[in-house]
């Protein structure tokens, strides 16, 4: 009787409901604090704050229906079909609760045990925070036949909670204007914004989730839009990562249930490739530095299949050593918990550490490995014979990752031939150039600052680590080359295939390619390359684009450098005239080489005028299947890309 009781007072939802932590006062103050930076990352975890509130309501059995807009002025609206936010008076606060809600630092009723059993927004900080990084906001509420309103400036409210008409509607609408005093960037980007929406999709089947530009339109005016639903979650998950992998199972191993009060849902799968793609979450958090419920993953997989495999004989037959790496490699697999009160421990915050959560996790795999493998004898033996390759494949890497390691500590001076270091030792304050050929290496030699500036020319395009096993990589003398010049050797004390960045000597690594189609597949190869072995470098901050300009456009003694066509035609009519002109000279440069080292520096190199972007992965499971699409064996999709992209096409992280 007492459970039904707490169903009845959760469905009410009042003021009551509402607890306060704290004030707003410090977060204009110090902003990336509260969503970690003010330029792009942080605008557009605005817009995720807010979801998280409807994606509450869903979890909580109230709302089946979101959507996000994205207004010409890059203002975002998001509407959800839920509960609508109390509007009553709140006892301590005496205001209204959507007051409360809006305008108080940690006020909702996730805080509230009786409202929200899990809430997918627990480590954030609230649409309060939003309010208050918005040069203007507004909220509508749709409850009990009634329209409330309030308007919101910087956080202050700007008058009352006042009724404003009736409806049949129910929900919550928030409109908001992120803050230009506050934010470097106040553009959103759709394909971000598109792909987390997909991501909350999958991660809460059966819920509608709806995302519109109304800043881009086809020939007809329609806006672009996109439609998100997912019947069985992270099955359709699973199968969407891996559509451009060659899959060995005809459908993914699934659980879902609960585990000592934990509701648990994963998803598995194998396939030809050599990686291991594992991703996380923790109430919709991509948890990507893992924690508990991914060690407990790893754990039940690993113990499982390798006593079947001992059971089945196979193993004994090969005599060969089987390690948990082998049992991961060509794997992939989602595991989504919703933890009720998670800790979370890492440098960024995305790492579990409730100890309760590796037992629950551990125990459901175990329990779904075994009934799969019982059931389906087959597939367990595809499965043990990829095992076996993995293993057979892992000794031959490992002789080859020791001739890095030996190359990276004890070769002459520990460095590549073609390494033009840098003469400071501080890695903090040293950056290092990987250049396409050694005409653009030449260049970026003479013009570099040699203090602190590095320069290592690439032989032509490096080995696509996509479809290559892991000892044919560790074998290419260009990647050894990179590790021998990064200084960085693989296996820690926590992972064995972990990067070691105790010795790395440059905390800028910036790939500078020429500004064609080669030099972008050079940049791609090295990104992959960056991605699947070497994420550790990207995860802190330290990988960098380098982009040199298209054009120089010069009459007489004046020039301009130009990045974009649209910046060339600013730069003609701006020197005056037109391409015919006499007098009026315009460049394309088709490489590095093209340039001498004078215009290389002053364009691409110097700090003061470079322009470099930040390599960050927002997203690792849709970055994994970008890569695995643009890298991997299976052409159709990437020409479908190619040709979608073409021109104007960027590497979306």
């Keep these: 009787m007492s459970e039904d009781v707490n169903i009845t007072k959760q469905g009410e939802y ?41 994606i509450d309501e869903a979890l909580a059995g109230y709302c089946t229906k979101i959507n996000v ?94 009724e404003v008409g009736t409806t049949e509607k129910r929900g919550t609408c928030i409109h908001f204007h992120p803050d230009p005093e506050i934010f470097t960037t106040t553009e959103y980007d759709y394909a971000t914004l ?78 030809t490739s050599f990686s291991e793609n594992l991703h996380s979450y923790v109430n919709n958090i991509n948890t990507h530095e893992g ?123 520990g460095l590549p031939g073609k390494l033009a270091d840098c003469q400071d030792g501080d ?14 290496g030449g260049s970026a030699k003479q013009g570099r600052d040699r203090r602190y500036q590095a320069i290592l020319p690439l032989r032509g395009k490096i080995l696509n680590v996509e479809k290559a096993l892991q000892h044919r990589a560790f074998e290419s003398e260009e990647i050894k080359n990179i590790y021998t010049a ?32 080669d030099g972008a597949h050079i940049g791609t190869l090295m990104l992959t390359f960056f991605f699947r072995y070497m994420p550790e470098l990207i995860e802190n901050g330290y990988v960098y684009l380098a982009t040199p300009p298209l054009y120089l456009v010069r009459k007489g003694k004046n020039s301009r450098y130009c990045w974009t066509e649209e910046e060339r035609l600013s730069a003609i009519s701006e020197l005056g005239g037109d391409k015919g002109e006499s007098g009026l000279h315009i460049q394309r440069y088709k490489g590095l080489g093209e340039m001498n080292p004078d215009q290389l520096w002053e364009t691409t190199m110097n700090p003061e005028n470079r322009m470099l972007r930040q390599i960050t992965i927002d997203n690792a499971a849709s970055a994994d299947r970008t890569f695995s699409m643009l890298m991997g064996e299976d052409v159709p999709p990437r020409r479908e890309f190619i040709e979608q992209n073409a021109t104007y096409a960027t590497l979306d992280l």
């Design 291 to 413: 924690g508990t419920h991914l060690t407990g993953f790893r754990s039940g997989l690993t113990r499982t299949l390798k006593a079947y495999a001992d059971k089945s004989g196979i193993l004994a037959k090969a005599k060969v050593e089987i390690s948990g790496d082998d049992f991961r490699e060509g794997l992939t697999a989602i595991i989504s918990v919703k933890v009720a009160e998670p800790q979370f421990e890492g440098q960024t915050k995305t790492k579990l550490g409730n100890n309760e959560v590796r037992g629950a996790v551990d125990s459901a795999v175990s329990e779904m490995l075994e009934n799969y493998l019982e059931e389906h004898p087959s597939e367990a033996k595809t499965i043990v014979d990829k095992v076996i390759l993995a293993a057979r494949a892992r000794q031959a890497a490992r002789k080859a990752r020791e001739m890095v390691q030996r190359g990276t500590v004890f070769s002459s001076g």
């Design 69 to 162: 807009t994205i207004e010409e002025d890059n203002s975002i609206t998001v509407v959800d079909n839920g509960r609508g936010i109390p509007v009553d008076m709140h006892e301590k606060e005496h205001r209204s609760a959507l007051e409360v809600v809006m305008t108080v630092l940690h006020a909702g009723g996730k805080f509230d045990k009786g409202s929200y059993k899990v809430s997918g927004g627990l480590h954030g900080v609230g649409v309060s925070c939003v309010n208050a990084l918005s040069d203007h906001m507004t909220a509508e509420v749709y409850r009990d036949g009634k329209i409330y309103r309030q308007e919101y400036s910087r956080g202050l409210p700007l008058y009352p909670v006042k």
């Design 14 to 54: 009042s003021a009551s409901n509402i607890t306060v932590l704290e004030g707003l006062e410090a977060v204009r103050m110090r902003p990336a604090m509260y969503i970690g930076d003010v330029n792009f990352r942080g605008l557009h975890h605005l817009v995720y704050e807010v979801v998280d509130n409807s």
């Design 427 to 440: 890695p903090s304050v040293c950056e290092i150039y990987f250049v396409e050929g050694d005409s653009a």
């Design 486 to 517: 990064l200084g960085v050797t693989i296996g820690t004390a926590e992972d064995s295939k972990a990067l070691n960045l105790d010795k790395l000597r440059y905390h800028k690594v910036i790939i500078m390619t020429d500004a064609d189609v």
């Design 194 to 271: 598109e792909s987390r929406m997909r991501e909350l999709a999958y991660l809460n089947k059966g819920i509608e989730l709806n995302i519109e530009d109304l800043r881009n339109r086809d020939e007809k005016g329609v806006a672009f839009s996109q439609h998100f639903y997912s019947q069985d979650g992270l099955k359709d998950f699973i199968k969407y990562l891996d559509e451009n992998r060659e899959r060995l199972m005809a459908e993914p191993i699934y659980i879902e249930g609960e585990r000592q009060g934990i509701p648990i849902e994963i998803a598995m799968e194998y396939n």
